[in-house]
């Protein structure tokens, strides 16, 4: 074979696809991303959405069954203030969930502050500086047990469901000492004034839960305060590699809880005019289930307290129609069971098809 008949070394290659990688995908194809949905559709696959038809539903079902009774601007009236002591509770229980936290000991925290602004009241002038010590006072009890909440789970590291479970006895017990069982009566007649006064139609009680759920809703989706939560929630590990102060986050957030458990129980004795030691053996319970039924998740890292707003009124107006329709109470609390239990399984449910994605 002549030297001029070897073949060419610099021919031309011609154009053809790359080779495929070893797992077969083309290494040059760009990353296709789902297209990004409306807005309207992300709000309306949201727990707050389904939920608030929910409760629209259970409205009109018991409107329609008793009209004359249920739907009537009396019953609308003590719907929005038994909400409104579970609403102030349930904002701090919304931050304590969303950062994977507990706390059953809220109704005994409500109650020693009661009890201790009460008595506090009992034999001062009466007048609007007292009923505000007062106020002070409750708010100031509910930090201390919120504090002491905080620093066994954050610094001691007993579980939380532990804590306050010791604290939901000790509160409670502390109530009881300090009035020998009895309920406190004897609260200034000022009181009287701010539970009647209504402007534009709703009580004074209601508009500090209102205040209280507006300015802490912020509080939790626009700041950074809100975003460490969530963080903390989600991944606590991750939260301190951030650079997060998790466990003074932590105590901060039950103390948080503390104080607005600690003003829920000025809006009950306002409302009351007494102390009510024996009867918010079943706060904790509907302010837990309004908040898991508002899309707050139980595992943390999830929820809002627009959505809290919204799930805190399904078992008030079960409880109210319940009562409306001549339903045994016995029952009414194995039907708001059966709901949290229904609410856990469903944030479980949504857990799952979330991770699978």
Not at 57 to 67: G, N, T
Not at 312 to 323: C, Q
Request: with cysteine; charged share 10%.
């Amino acid at each position: 074979m002549s030297r001029t008949d070897a073949p060419n070394s610099t021919t031309e290659v011609t154009a053809g696809p790359p080779p495929s990688t070893s797992t077969g995908m083309d290494p040059t194809a760009a990353a296709v991303l789902p297209p990004r949905r409306p807005a309207w559709r992300r709000a309306v696959a949201t727990s707050p959405f389904y939920m608030g038809c929910v409760l629209l539903a259970m409205i009109v079902i018991f409107s329609i069954m008793k009209p004359d009774s249920f739907s009537t601007v009396a019953n609308v009236r003590n719907i929005t203030l038994d909400v409104a002591m579970l609403q102030v509770m349930a904002v701090g229980m919304t931050f304590v969930i969303v950062a994977g936290g507990f706390d059953i000991s809220i109704s005994s925290i409500l109650v020693f502050s009661g009890v201790v602004a009460a008595k506090f009241m009992e034999n001062r002038a009466d007048n609007w500086g007292t009923v505000i010590l007062g106020a002070i006072i409750c708010v100031l009890c509910g930090t201390a047990w919120g504090l002491f909440n905080g620093v066994c789970i954050a610094k001691l590291k007993v579980p939380p469901l532990i804590t306050t479970l010791g604290t939901l006895g000790a509160a409670l017990g502390a109530a009881q000492l300090i009035t020998d069982g009895s309920d406190v009566r004897t609260v200034p007649r000022t009181m009287f004034v701010i539970s009647r006064y209504r402007p534009f139609g709703l009580s004074w009680l209601v508009w500090v839960a209102i205040f209280v759920t507006i300015v802490f809703g912020l509080i939790l989706a626009f700041t950074r305060y809100g975003r460490h939560t969530y963080l903390i929630g989600s991944n606590i590990e991750s939260a301190r590699r951030a650079g997060i102060k998790v466990d003074r986050h932590v105590m901060s957030l039950y103390a948080l809880n503390g104080s607005l458990a600690g003003l829920a129980g000025m809006v009950s004795l306002t409302r009351f005019s007494t102390t009510t030691i024996s009867g918010h053996s079943q706060d904790a319970l509907q302010v837990i289930t309004g908040v898991v039924l508002g899309g707050t998740s139980v595992f943390g890292g999830v929820g809002t307290v627009l959505g809290t707003a919204i799930g805190i009124l399904i078992p008030a107006v079960l409880t109210n129609g319940f009562v409306v329709l001549n339903f045994q109470p016995f029952g009414q609390q194995i039907v708001i069971g059966g709901v949290l239990i229904a609410a856990v399984y469903v944030d479980q449910l949504r857990r799952r098809r979330r991770d699978r994605i």
